[in-house]
């Protein structure tokens, strides 16, 4: 019998693609990224910022904090597409956001809505599948729509959810949120 060798990476990752529309759907977006750079911000004022990820637990309760302190003239908040209403912040989240100034202790999860759509003049998903999630649900607020990693400079630009990872894997996804929020500040700085 003879062995065989590992898959390389990039194999693996269209492997998963192909089983998993979430995958497909950040994979799709990454390479979209990659190909077109930067994108602008929407044309219009920009005071209200909606900050989304799955479970509102982890990566959009620190977004949404971490960007607050850069930009105090904004109003931010979070919400999960997958969230249940209550739930705190990850114990690794709010051990590393401490890290990095946020405090999550009185985080409660909340589940993204029409009226939180409504009211956001753009919103911040982490991966391709949450763009894609709000376009098919909510088609009106397409424009409005860029996912966090797309003000990353260098790839990867997808920002993965550290939920159940050791601390210093959500150190690492906390220090992409970190570069990005810098990155929106800058470009809010100058269109202001």
């Given amino acids: 019998m003879r062995a065989t060798s590992p898959k390389p990476s990039w194999l693996r990752t269209l492997a998963r693609a192909v089983r998993s529309t979430h995958d497909r759907q950040d994979l799709v977006w990454e390479l979209k990224r990659r190909r077109s750079g930067e ?23 620190f977004a ?25 912040a990850q114990p690794a989240a709010a051990r590393v956001g401490l890290e990095f100034g946020v405090t999550l202790d009185d985080h409660a999860a909340h589940l993204l809505r029409d009226v939180d759509v409504e009211w956001a003049d753009l919103i911040l998903g982490m991966q ?32 993965e959810d550290p939920w159940g990872a050791p601390d210093d894997y959500f150190h690492g996804v906390f220090e992409q949120i970190a570069r990005a929020n810098t990155r929106i500040a800058e470009l809010l700085d100058t269109t202001t």
């Fill in 39 to 61: 994108p602008a911000l929407p044309p219009f004022p920009i005071r209200k910022v909606m900050v989304i990820c799955q479970g509102n637990i982890c990566r959009s309760p």
């Fill in 64 to 88: 949404e904090r971490q960007l607050a302190k850069h930009c105090p003239q904004l109003e931010v908040r979070s919400a999960g597409l997958k969230a249940r209403n209550g739930d705190p």
């Fill in 128 to 159: 391709g599948w949450h763009q894609a999630s709000v376009h098919r649900r909510w088609p009106k607020a397409r424009e409005r729509v860029r996912l966090l990693g797309d003000f990353l400079a260098d790839a990867p630009h997808t920002i």
